[in-house]
């Protein structure tokens, strides 16, 4: 069974920083490309950052470039969204993907992400 538990979420001020965690379990998770994406209400859900399965390739959303990071720790299974510099548009519900070609396209529930003063 596969599962994505998201974790590390908050509200956090303007110009702070958060660390989302994204615990893999069910599948292989060397051999999946793992992602973030995050969805504001009455809006679709929208790719933030994406890393391949080798970890040597990373993708960002231009609107997080030079604030968030991703990285994963095949050790523990885990994959990393670091928010650095965080706006009030960042504000949003964030939801790790994982995708392989075994088991196709499994989501997280979602972890809220309020930047606020």
């Keep these: 069974q596969v599962q994505l ?3 590390g979420g908050g509200l956090v001020q303007p110009g702070g920083s958060l660390r989302l965690s994204c615990a893999a379990s069910g599948f292989t998770f ?3 490309v793992m992602s973030w994406y995050r969805q504001t209400p009455g809006k679709e859900r929208e790719l933030v950052a994406e890393i391949t399965n080798s970890g040597g390739s990373t993708n960002l959303a231009d609107s997080v470039k030079g604030r968030f990071t991703i990285s ?4 523990k299974n885990t994959v990393y969204l670091q928010m650095n510099s965080l706006k009030p548009e960042d504000t949003a519900v964030y939801y790790c993907n994982a995708y392989t070609g075994l088991i196709g396209e499994s989501w997280g529930q979602g972890t809220q992400v309020t930047v606020s003063s």
């Design 30 to 32: 060397k051999s999946a």
């Design 72 to 75: 994963r720790d095949l050790a």
């Design 5 to 7: 538990v998201e974790s």
